[in-house]
């Protein structure tokens, strides 16, 4: 098992940052991959990140490219997502997921793929 806690989240205006982290707990050990995803209201659950842990390769989805990098920090068990230039349309609540099975492919960016969830993080974008 893997317990998986966001935080982060908040409140920003347009054009300013936030950095989301994750706190894996249990047995991390056996992590493969990271990801981050996100929920607008009203909306699908869609990709944004995700980050290898055996050489940190990173993937990003194409809305998010060039503002958001995701980041780990293996002797905390933590993953990052830095969140920079955001909009409103970045509006939603963001979701870390846990890969511990090996890789079939690689970047991992459906849903299925991730076998733990965290509970998710609210954040909102003003115009």
């Known amino acids: 098992q893997v317990q998986l806690v966001e935080s982060g989240g908040g409140l920003v205006q347009a054009g300013g940052s936030l950095r989301l982290s994750c706190a894996a707990s249990?047995?991390?050990?056996?992590?493969?991959?990271m990801g981050w995803f996100r929920q607008a209201p009203g909306k699908e659950r869609k990709f944004v990140a995700a980050?290898?842990?055996?050489?940190?390769?990173?993937y990003y989805a194409d809305s998010v490219k060039g503002r958001f990098t995701i980041s780990r920090d293996n002797a905390k068990n933590t993953v990052y997502l830095q969140m920079n230039s955001l909009k409103p349309e970045d509006t939603a609540v963001y979701y870390c997921?846990?890969?511990?099975?090996?890789?079939?492919?690689?970047?991992?960016?459906?849903?299925?793929?991730?076998?733990?969830w965290g509970q998710g993080t609210q954040v909102t974008v003003s115009s």
């Open positions: 980050i290898s842990w055996s050489d940190s390769s990173t």
């Open positions: 997921a846990a890969i511990l099975h090996p890789l079939t492919s690689w970047p991992a960016y459906e849903e299925y793929e991730y076998d733990y």
């Open positions: 249990g047995r991390t050990f056996s992590t493969y991959a």
